[in-house]
């Protein structure tokens, strides 16, 4: 028993920061209908700053706000240099220069820092708790916190703010949103610099646990677009429950089969997804009327 409750608590923080990843995919999808494959780059962003910044002798708690500061202005960047002024182009040209992007920036974060893996230490130290004969590192709980928490703002953020409200407005028809007085630019640099800031802060987080270097992020992104898929495009509650279903079916693969089929378990699972549920678990069912 106390070896099935390891497994859950090892998944449940690998899902989390899957579905942190995946929240910051759902914002800019929401936004502007792409799926952003930089997303996995601002997590090294994130963590290999934070890194240099603590190694640097920078204290955690100003070094890890400034990664994730820096982390958004490279979003904004991204959004201002490469999407933005193909806007009008068709919708798989704006994913490949995202795709080229990614390879951009692995290429920046390896000139800026360097090839080797980073790690810094928890943000309450590294002592394990016990709980139940499961070992918990203290920092797993901040980042299934730090999940939560992005959760629960993009919830209220995109229902309840007048800025979230224009953004789904944009993603929806970006021509009736400007003709109502929405500025349409400026809901999507925000949900470029929202989902560079989640993407940064998950990878603040899970850096203590995980480690970080220049080349992870294609991984990364690949984990948390499964995680939106089986959750469900545009769904921000299906993008918390997809990384922490992933993370969950990695760790009971890993544990009770073998971790040479960890990351396949993840992608047969989508598979499935989209053959038996293409709108995944908790999107919408789309129809459309010829």
């Known amino acids: 028993m106390s070896e099935l409750l390891q497994f859950l608590v090892s998944g449940i923080t690998v899902g989390a920061i899957y579905a942190a990843i995946a929240l910051g995919f759902t914002l800019i ?16 962003i994130g963590g290999m700053t934070a890194a240099a910044l603590i190694g640097a002798g920078v204290p ?8 994730v500061v820096a982390g958004m202005l490279v979003g904004v960047l991204l959004y201002r240099l490469a999407i933005k002024p193909a806007r009008e182009a068709p919708l798989v040209s704006l994913i490949i220069i995202t795709i080229g992007a990614s390879i951009f920036l692995r290429g920046a974060m390896q000139a800026v820092f360097d090839k080797q893996i980073h790690r810094y230490d928890g943000f309450s130290g590294d002592a394990p708790l016990r709980v139940g004969g499961a070992t918990i590192l203290p920092q797993s ?20 703010t007048r800025a979230g409200r224009g953004i789904k ?30 993407g940064a802060l998950a990878g603040v987080l899970a850096t203590p646990v995980t480690f970080t270097s220049y080349d992870v992020g294609v991984l990364m992104a690949l984990k948390g677009f499964s995680a939106t898929m089986l959750g469900g495009v545009g769904s921000p509650l299906g993008a918390l429950a997809g990384g922490l279903l992933i993370g969950l079916i990695e760790a009971l693969t890993a544990g009770y089969i073998s971790s040479d089929y960890k990351d396949a378990s993840a ?19 789309i129809t459309e009327r010829v």
Do not use: K
């Open 29 to 44: 999808y929401n936004a502007s209908g792409v799926v952003n494959f930089a997303q996995g780059e601002f997590v090294v």
């Open 169 to 198: 407005a944009t993603a929806s028809n970006r021509m009736a949103a400007a003709l109502v007085g929405i500025n349409t630019g400026r809901a999507m640099n925000l949900s470029f610099a929202l989902s560079a800031a989640i």
């Open 60 to 67: 955690v708690w100003i070094a890890a706000p400034l990664a």
């Open 267 to 285: 992608f047969i699972v989508i598979l499935l997804v989209l053959f038996l549920r293409p709108q995944g678990l908790f999107g919408a069912r």
């Open 141 to 160: 709980l901040w980042i299934v916190g730090g999940s939560i928490a992005v959760f629960a703002f993009l919830a209220w953020f995109l229902n309840r």
